[in-house]
């Protein structure tokens, strides 16, 4: 399910090294487990706005390559 990026939508960079930072936190520990869950909700946002970005380069991949076959 690919969802329209928006100006509120991080680009694929940001959101990755937001992700690496919250991966992160959670494996320094020392948060409480409200804060562990609000970090692993929004990993959980981050990862699937990277996916979003990653499968959208490959369908524009697949279609490049498409036309360039038929041409």
């Known amino acids: 399910m690919a969802t ?3 100006d509120e939508t991080p680009s694929y960079e940001q959101a990755r ?3 690496v930072d919250v991966v992160r936190q959670l ?3 020392g ?3 409200e ?3 609000a970090l692993w909700e929004r990993g959980e946002k981050l990862a699937t706005v ?3 970005w990653l ?3 490959r369908a524009r991949l697949d279609a490049a390559i498409e036309a360039d076959e038929s041409d």
């Open 4 to 6: 329209k990026k928006t």
């Open 17 to 19: 090294e937001e992700l």
């Open 27 to 29: 494996e320094a520990g």
């Open 31 to 33: 948060t409480t487990l």
């Open 35 to 37: 804060e562990s869950l």
């Open 50 to 52: 990277c996916q979003e």
């Open 55 to 57: 499968d959208g380069a």
